[in-house]
């Protein structure tokens, strides 16, 4: 009884052993089956419709990157049209006629400035009548001293033939010389005297008075303003007080209405 139970139990030992076996085998089967469907080749490309082509595409694209990084060539400019051409002249001269006037304005001011002084009434507003006792006057014309200034004696006149005060200086010139403004002034009046003939009385500023006498084609108006050695008119023929003495101009100067010797102001 014991060996049949023996042998029955080696039986069944045997077949659990067999199946045991059996199924240690299938599972190595499967696991090998499983190992091997993990290791298949997967493309590294996304699958895409007309996937060939792209693949086919990129590298040319490379090719030609790498062309133009090695080239130190700059891009072509772009062919000038006609529209171009014809827009650029129109602008260049815009530029000059702004340039252009712009210098002009320039040079007008430029003028102005140079001809603010002494050129008429309204220009010449800028000079500044400050005439003072230290000041120092020009000659209005260049010529010897016929008669001079005298109000404490009285001198002699060879024309008048007798003797007198003489508040100016007559000052001997040649007929059409010109006549030059002693200093900055003012026109005060324009106007003829049978004595001086033709004169000019001009304002020099803080008091100062002078007259201008015995003058021909007076260039200068009243309310002009003159700047020292401006032009003023020109030596006259010398009136009947003066004919022995000859061809003059006569100049007097005062301050607050008292003649002053025009010899301690002349330069």
Known sequence: MRDKINLMFKDKLFLVMLVLGLLTI???AGVITMRKGDGQEQNPYVEMQGQENFLAD???QETQANVAGESNAR???????EEHVAEKPANVDTVV?????EIAAGNQQDTQQAQAVGTGIDAAKALVLDFAETSRMGWPVMGNVVLDYSMD??????TLDQYKCNPGLVIQGEVSSPVYAP?????TEVGVNEEIGNYLALDLGNEYKAV??????VSAVEGEYLEKGQLMGYVAEPTKYYTVEGSNVYFQLSYQ???????DYLE
């Open 26 to 28: 299938v599972a190595a």
């Open 58 to 60: 990129k590298p040319e």
């Open 75 to 81: 891009p072509a400019e772009p062919e000038k049209t």
């Open 97 to 101: 006629q702004e340039e252009t006037y």
């Open 153 to 158: 004696s009285t001198i002699y006149f060879p």
């Open 183 to 187: 200093a900055n002034a003012k026109v």
């Open 212 to 217: 201008c006498g015995q003058l021909k084609e």
């Open 257 to 263: 209405g008292q003649v002053l010797d025009p010899l």
